[in-house]
């Protein structure tokens, strides 16, 4: 019994084999199909390569993005694709490595042109001095990672999208240029919105959970007075929140920033107990959602909170200062 | 040994070397690496090391003969390195210590990756592929313990020296079919720190040392994976664990020694599980449970028959039979940091008589961070003999450096 139970299982599973090797290899020279990690990645892709790919986002948008729960269609999506977009700099550490390595995707393994960081040149904050666990649970060797909400991030990014995909699709480089210049003007345009939106913000003060919001409160200027988190990735205790809660007091103007997924009853409590207004923001796009589209939308809900008006196309056409061609 | 496998004996011990290592040597000594790129005291390309400090507080009520009390014990330290070996081949090795049984090879495995589409081979030392809890580490548990039908069935530990093969193949665009066979020196109970056979007192079961190619411990497991709506995981996953050729020893009071031999025996398991996470991945349910049949020669009894308190009339009688158990777990995550859930675990022993235990656990886990977890709890177990119990317990995990496992999807 013990045998046929064996000689079973082998047969199980050379079928199984065959069925698994007849899946079909992605076309050479069709559309290049992309998978990107953010939907503010796959909507540049989008943007960039037009009908030359075809992208899928892992993320939704609401999620910790250092915390994506995987599902079997990211593992299948990963494997078919030819090009993999990611931020980098270990935003998506904890589980962008194990899926490419379950993937078994060779054009997109470190090193292939398959796999493109977008971050890649752009200059990072708040670099560690020292790698040690005691300054934090949540410690970035390379620096804070949530480089997507920079003023400049959605140039640089593009930037490095139209060089991927020229390096992949050569023939169609004018196209991916011509995308790419397109995007640019779109983008100079609303950084000039934000620049004048970052003089009326001039002096104002807010209290942050995680430090995912830095690239563009240091943009816009704003003062970060305390943060939730005693150290990134910490959880607050009662002693460190009663000393936020009293900085908080003493500021009942300042703004609460926080994301969907944070501890948002350490935040409750926080802004129960003053003056302050507590703002839920994106981290990212949302699903379909531009990154256009997604800066607008930030950068609206901040001047609601801090009730200034927000710059319409008018002012930005006016004067104001052009973005230089300099990336964060 | 057989003329092939002299022959890849043979080629295996003429090919060159190239382990990193430069250093001085004459011709005819143990070889170093002519390519190397570090020396002896170079660390560029060390493995990522990591450690976990397991502890447990236990408090133990008895209703029956069993000990009452507190129990304080460092359950187990653990130590990991992980690395590359080269562009296709990687290996772990896992290094336990624990009160009891002092420093131990829990794991060491090399899993070659070179071949096209997603096959793996994996040799070595490690937890053999079977079911949903049964590859995790005690510590890496969403429980205390692992279920008492896993244990009873598989033991504490199902490690095996070996070899395994394993691939995937994608099902559709929103699934995945993986599968893995694997054959082992040895799968008997209780030997999953090295040693053949069962250290318990007074019975065991054990393998010759050398086996012909039928007689060897097999596993094997398929499981799919499946999109379920926007949020949510399907699971579904067979399992098998065969003893082809085992020997039952039962070592009596005068020191007579008793064998059972040509045994054999297999363990099916069915896994189904379901998880669900909120938009934010924050908020969670996860829901699974596993049913396990244990069926052949299950184990053996001294039949003591003849006159009473003689042993040398004694016999060992073989149970030929089947037995069941199986166990439902239900977790609820509120945030990153704090869940709660509960384990039953329902089984029959493999005894004459078929004695019935069952177990339920509840336990609330706060993630201090996410590298040292705190977790309180009550195990409450009944059996048909009466020797029921109730234990409270505080587990404190630490993790630091780099944590991994061999574990599968």
Known sequence: MQRFSLIGLHVLFVLAALVGNGQ???????????????????????????????VKAICKGTENVHAVRLKPSHVVMTSRCEAFFQVGLSLEHAWVPGLIKTSRNRKIQAGQPGLVTVSEGMTVLEKPASLSRKEGADIHPEGNPHVNLAHGAGRHMAARIRDSLVELRPKHKAEFEARFKAFEAKSKAAEIRWTKLAAQLKDKKVIVYHSEFNYLLEDLGLEVLATIEPKPGVP??????????????????????????????????????CECCKLVLASMAVKEQSWLDSMEDIHRSLAN??????????????EGAVPTEETP | MKPSIQILALATLTAPVMAQGTTFSTPGMPSSGRTGQTDRFSTEFNPAIGGVIDTLITHLNSDGSGPDGFDLTLRSFEGTVNTWIDPNTWAYGVLVGTEEEGIAVEEAAVIYEGFDGNSNLKAGRFFVDFGKQMQAHTHDLPTFERPAVLSAYLGEELGGTGLQYGNWFPAGDSGAIRYSFGLYDSLVQGHSHGGHGDEEEGAAQAVNDYQEADELSYAARITGFHDAGENGVFQWGVSMRGLPEFAFDADLDDGTELTAEGMSNHVLGLDLTYGWGDDTGTKTWTVGGEYLRLSGEIGAEVDDAGTPGVFGDDTLEVLDSDRDGFYLWVDRGFDQNNSVGVLYSAFEHAEDGAPEQSELTAYYSRNLTEYSRLRVGVTMTETDDGDDSTALMVQFTNFFGSHAHGVNW
């Open chain 1, 236 to 273: 607050p205790t009662p002693g460190h929140l009663a000393k936020v809660i009293q900085i908080a007091r003493k500021h009942p103007k300042a703004v609460v920033l926080t994301a969907a997924w944070s501890n948002n009853r350490a935040v409750d409590r926080v802004v129960d107990t």
């Open chain 1, 24 to 54: 079909a290899s992605p076309l050479a020279q069709g559309p290049v199909k992309a998978v990107a990690t953010l939907p503010d990645i796959a909507d540049l892709v989008r943007e960039i390569g037009g009908d030359r790919v075809e």
């Open chain 1, 305 to 318: 909170a801090f009730e200034v008006a927000y710059p319409s196309d008018e002012a930005s056409d006016e």
